[in-house]
């Protein structure tokens, strides 16, 4: 934990900050709960923003609709809400994951095909842990983190205040974090055999990009889990957190490496990227952040998604 970025709440008194100090009050008193009653409120929250923005809502349903094409409305509606839900409640999840006490949450969690890393990690040339933005994300990479030695990568967010918290709890989460655009420092934590938290199903469009089908349509796919792959030699483990029901806690799914991979194509390369992350998001997906416009950036010849 030695590269753990320090946290200067000080430089953010200012009174622009103090709703946010508010949130955070909030957030860290509501994780506190019992979980399932803290899956409740968060649940309500969901709800409610489910009912409020409707923008958001728009996008989730358009995206669900072109991955479900066989759904009735009714059905496109009700996994809406539910991942709306699970959206609330993800809030509080990130206070757990930056302030619950950590052999509380593993003792909550459990792992299926934790022998898949294993195997993956003992060739000693890293392992890209591939995943999905999930609801469940931030603690599923904050449990994670408790099984294996781990690289953390993130995306800076707008709010300074909001993006010094994450920056300093993640950086926790194991031994670096490091910043999505930084690709020479995620070589060398592959080269160093560590393990690759990776989540590359956004909208990237001002990084090299390939475009291949997903969830029913066709997505600007980064092609940096291939070319990572091929630099360095690291397998490509594709793993997703589930949220249990009835607050029985967590459990970390690890499925068996991506076989033969990289190949030579790295349109194909990248395809076999988006299914695997396809194939996690059929198998949950009411946890799954359907909120993100993720089909923003089209070929010229497609008509807006959105």
Not at 153 to 162: R, S
Not at 209 to 230: C, D, K, N, Q, Y
């Amino acid at each position: 934990m030695s590269n753990v970025i320090p946290l200067k709440a000080r430089d953010y008194m200012a009174p622009r900050y103090w709703p946010l100090w508010l949130v955070f009050g909030l957030m860290r008193l509501i994780s506190m709960l019992p979980l399932r009653w803290m899956q409740a409120v968060g649940a309500f929250f969901g709800l409610l923003t489910y009912r409020l923005v409707a923008s958001r809502r728009r996008v989730a349903r358009i995206n669900i609709k072109q991955a479900y094409p066989d759904y009735s409305d009714e059905q496109i509606r009700a996994l809406n809400i539910d991942s709306f839900k699970s959206l609330g409640i993800s809030i509080f999840e990130i206070a757990q994951a930056w302030w619950a006490n950590r052999d509380y949450l593993r003792s909550i969690c459990q792992v299926e095909g934790r022998q898949h890393l294993d195997q993956a990690l003992a060739a000693g040339k890293g392992v890209i842990l591939l995943t999905g933005h999930f609801t469940t994300l931030e603690i599923g990479a904050m449990l994670i983190g408790l099984f294996t030695t781990l690289n953390g990568v993130y995306k800076k967010a707008h709010n300074p205040m909001f993006n010094a918290f994450m920056a300093h709890y993640r950086s926790t989460y194991g031994e670096e974090l490091i910043e999505n655009k930084n690709v020479r420092a995620l070589i060398r934590g592959l080269r160093k055999g560590r393990a690759t938290w990776f989540a590359p199903d956004q909208d990237f469009a001002e990084q090299d990009i390939v475009f291949t089908p997903f969830l029913g349509g066709i997505a600007s796919t980064l092609t940096a889990t291939a070319r990572m792959a091929e630099m360095t030699g690291a397998a490509v483990v594709p793993f997703y957190p589930l949220r249990l029901a009835d607050g029985k806690g967590y459990k970390l799914v690890i499925l068996p490496a991506l076989a033969d991979f990289p190949s030579d194509d790295i349109t194909r390369d990248s395809a076999r990227v988006n299914q695997a992350i396809e194939s996690m998001i059929y198998a949950n997906p009411k946890q799954y952040g359907w909120v993100h416009k993720r089909f923003k950036t089209q070929p010229p010849s497609k008509p807006p998604v959105y």
